[in-house]
């Protein structure tokens, strides 16, 4: 299926995109492509406009101004619809079915399938083919419905969440069946919660504060933008007093670790050791793209355990 | 280019439609909640107001009640089939699934439609096994076949009214409207007793109901006397289908989770 015959072309092309509900304003001028066969993580705080953005390439809601060109083509239209493949955040699939009747029935929707051997072998689910989708763990249903968004061999995938609530070895898997796409040219829009798997997987990021982007670059030079180093230790020292210390950015308390930011290691730790020769537990780390995108969207943001999108 | 088209001729679409027949079929067969109740509730009614208190009026009524009765059995799994099931699948995100793939969204119906009839026929072919067995009552394949494409046919508005519900109505209150709309419009239609043994108000008002017109379509059907001429209801319940189905259009593009 050629629908896209410039290939220099970007996969998604968005323009002044706004998005409104009445009188809120969820997207308020929203601009970026996405080059093919590359992997893009979107990253926001709930209601910043993900969940608005995504309905919206997908096809699911119009916009209420400006323009977005999927494969040369827009949302919702036929030949956009047979080239991508999707995993929604909060999916059920019909429970009395089994996973190949499931996988079949979504094969058959695209004209150029992947093979049903190869969908059930690439998402681990061969054991389990002839299984009720009922009967299958929280993780077996993810992978199903992993393999209904490969079904048609796309060019383009969108994944909203797609690891929530799987645990590390099957995320790890995950990935790596994604980095596989990612070099077959897939072009791929993630979102996750989850920072260590946007570090991992995606080339760029775009960050979305109260429907604007507020960054969008690639993932190293974010993680580069906050460019201080951790002290982590146990100290008896207050965070007032640590706090005047010089060279101290700033300093968090995690139970009863303390965390402090600054661009002078050596500095400060003299300074502790010396005003503190008793702490323990001491650690100093590279800031991390968690710290990063914290100082760029607000420390509650970019929380892990809070997974909750709203839905519309 | 000839690539292209290549593809899209091996890409026929038949395999899709009948996958998801097929599918729609073997979730309602598989889900006791649906399968059950569609065909227990009239072949149970049927046996109770059908054959039993039947006694001395015998075959007559049987047959009588065999068309009003398998109307109601054909009415069933479309209106909870659209109605409930609709409800579940755009709240539950498989709807919005098959929204982005590129299934047509006259797959979806044609499945749901495709269910409906199956079920149909299985509970219509059983209160047909009760009337011949334990009513006595003497039926000609032509005539039962004519019967029963009238059944099927008169429940595709009810498709469209469960449609319509489904496309709006939250999971919790689509089985609740559902039940509480097929019930009433079903007893005061006449489809569980004749229209002819309720007090002449409540028949008169069974002209807005378009069980009454199915059920009267289905009585001439069998070669009995329906209360107007059968163009008369066929009339009304292409206008009732006509209304749902706009209706069901409108609540499709507005509709939400």
Not at chain 1, 11 to 36: E, M, N, P, W
Not at chain 1, 182 to 187: A, C, F, L, N
Not at chain 2, 152 to 163: K, R, S, W, Y
Request: with cysteine; hydrophobic share 50%; proline share 5%.
């Amino acid at each position: 299926m050629e629908i896209n015959s410039a290939a220099t072309m970007p996969a998604i092309a968005i323009k002044a995109l706004h998005k409104r509900y009445g009188t809120v304003h969820a997207l308020k001028g929203v601009s970026f492509d996405v080059q093919r066969g590359e992997f893009v993580a979107l990253i926001g705080a709930n209601g910043a406009g993900k969940t608005s953005l995504l309905s919206i390439l997908m096809g699911l809601m119009p916009q209420s101004e400006g323009t977005v060109q999927i494969l040369g083509g827009k949302p919702g239209d036929m030949p956009v619809r047979q080239a991508s493949g999707v995993m929604l955040q909060s999916t059920s699939l019909p429970d009395a079915l089994k996973v190949s009747e499931l996988v079949e029935l979504f094969r058959s929707y695209y004209p150029a399938p992947r093979p049903l051997p190869e969908l059930l072998n690439l998402t681990g689910l061969n054991e389990l083919e002839g299984r009720r989708y009922k009967a299958l763990s929280g993780g077996q249903q993810r992978r199903v419905q992993f393999a209904l968004a490969l079904a048609g061999d796309p060019q383009l995938l969108f994944l909203d969440e797609p690891t929530v609530g799987l645990d590390m070895d099957v995320r790890r898997e995950f990935w790596q069946i994604l980095d596989s796409l990612k070099s077959r040219g897939v072009t791929i829009v993630l979102t996750s919660h989850y920072l260590d798997e946007i570090e991992a997987l995606a080339d760029r990021l775009v960050i979305i504060k109260e429907g604007e982007i507020i960054a969008n670059d690639a993932t190293a030079n974010i993680k580069r933008r906050v460019e201080h180093k951790n002290i982590i230790c146990q100290s008896k020292l207050t965070t007032v007093e640590l706090e005047k210390m010089d060279g101290v950015i700033s300093v968090a308390q995690i139970g009863r670790l303390k965390t402090i930011a600054t661009n002078t290691e050596n500095t400060v730790l003299k300074s502790l050791l010396a005003q503190d020769p008793a702490l323990t537990d001491l650690l100093v780390e590279s800031s991390s793209l968690e710290d990063a995108i914290k100082s760029m969207i607000g420390p509650d943001t970019a929380d892990t355990a809070n997974i909750q999108e709203p839905t519309q | 280019m000839t690539n292209t088209a290549q593809t899209e001729a091996q890409y026929d679409g038949k395999s899709l439609y009948w996958l998801e027949c097929k599918s729609e079929l073997l979730k309602a067969l598989r889900t006791p909640q649906f399968s059950a109740p569609t065909i227990a509730f009239p072949v149970v009614f049927y046996l109770i107001f059908g054959v039993i208190l039947v006694g001395d009026e015998g075959a007559g009524r049987s047959l009588y009640l065999l068309a009003t009765f398998g109307m109601f059995g054909a009415i069933g799994p479309a209106l909870f089939g659209f109605g409930v099931n609709v409800a579940n699948e755009r709240s539950n995100g498989w709807l919005d699934l098959k929204k982005i793939s590129p299934m047509p969204i006259a797959a979806y119906i044609v499945a749901k439609l495709f269910m409906a009839a199956v079920f149909g026929i299985v509970v219509i072919s059983l209160l047909t096994t009760i009337a011949v067995v334990f009513g006595g009552l003497e039926i000609s394949l032509a005539r039962w076949l004519l019967m029963t494409t009238t059944q099927l046919l008169c429940a595709v508005p009810f498709g469209l009214l469960g449609m319509a519900i489904g496309f709006r109505a939250s999971p919790e209150a689509a089985p609740a409207i559902v039940n509480i709309l097929f019930m009433l419009m079903s007893v005061f239609g006449g489809l569980w007793l004749p229209i002819t043994m309720f007090p002449s108000v409540i028949q008169q008002f069974a002209w807005i109901l378009p069980t009454f017109h199915s059920g009267q379509l289905a009585i001439a059907s069998i070669g009995m006397t329906s209360i107007a001429n059968i163009l008369t209801h066929a009339a009304l319940l292409v206008g009732f289908s006509a209304i749902m189905a706009l209706l069901a259009a409108r609540n499709y593009r507005t509709m939400s989770k």
